[in-house]
Nanobody, 120 residues
Framework: QVHLEESGGGLVQTGGSLKLSCAFS????????MGWFRETPGNEPDFVAA???????FYVDSVKGRFTISRDNAKNTVDLQMDNLKPEDTALYYC??????????????WGQGTQVTVSS
């Protein structure tokens, strides 16, 4: 079993930055790919970014150049640095763990989510 816990959400103005962190635990966690999804009311979670166990990164087109995903297996954390935030980035952000397929993360495990709100 893998446990994921997000932190770092909040309210920020357009153009601002936020850093989300996900602490993970579990025997197999460090061998899994990790990533982030976001969900808006009435919609399914959408893939945002992922990082493989070897450090390969994948992003949805809308965040390329603005978001950076990283992981520290020694500290069991995966971070999402979000810069130049836009109102359309407003969502509930979830940390996920699973495997990469088709350059997106297929998540098996999920965190509880952290809210990001970008004001215009």
């Amino acid at each position: 079993q893998v446990h994921l816990e997000e932190s770092g959400g909040g309210l920020v103005q357009t153009g601002g930055s936020l850093k989300l962190s996900c602490a993970f635990s579990g025997r197999t966690a460090s061998s899994l790919s990790m990533g982030w999804f976001r969900e808006t009311p009435g919609n399914e979670p959408d893939f945002v970014a992922a990082i493989s166990s070897s450090g390969g990164t994948f992003y949805v087109d809308s965040v390329k150049g603005r978001f950076t995903i990283s992981r520290d297996n020694a500290k069991n954390t995966v971070d999402l640095q979000m810069d130049n935030l836009k109102p359309e980035d407003t969502a509930l952000y979830y940390c996920g763990a699973g495997f990469i397929s088709g350059e997106i993360l297929r998540s098996v495990y999920w965190g509880q989510g952290t809210q990001v709100t970008v004001s215009s």
